[in-house]
């Protein structure tokens, strides 16, 4: 069975800019709707160093042709120098959903 062409998208951003990157996303049609999830602490090596931040991720739901366009839009909107963006796509869902996701990222749509 072939999935649906949707993508979960997972990316790690300050607490304070994370509603305002949100709605953006989804106001671009880029995302059909991103949880945000406060509270995250992420440790990680950053120019040779270990490094720990508090941060919000950021799930963000789209279909998978508008993978690219966020891709590319990500980066100007972003406040760090290198943005986790990573595309995980989605093996099933709901159909309801998974339309209403496609729909809500369609450019040419109306609603």
Sequence with gaps: MRGPA????????????????????????????VNVISG?????RWEGKVEREEEALLVIKTSSERIDALMRALPDLHPYDTPELLALPVGAGLSSYVEWVRASTNDESVS
């Design 6 to 33: 949707i993508s979960v998208l997972l990316c790690t951003c300050p607490p304070d800019r994370a509603e305002a990157l949100a709605s953006d996303l989804v106001k671009r049609r880029l995302a059909a709707c």
């Design 40 to 44: 995250v602490a992420s440790i990680y």
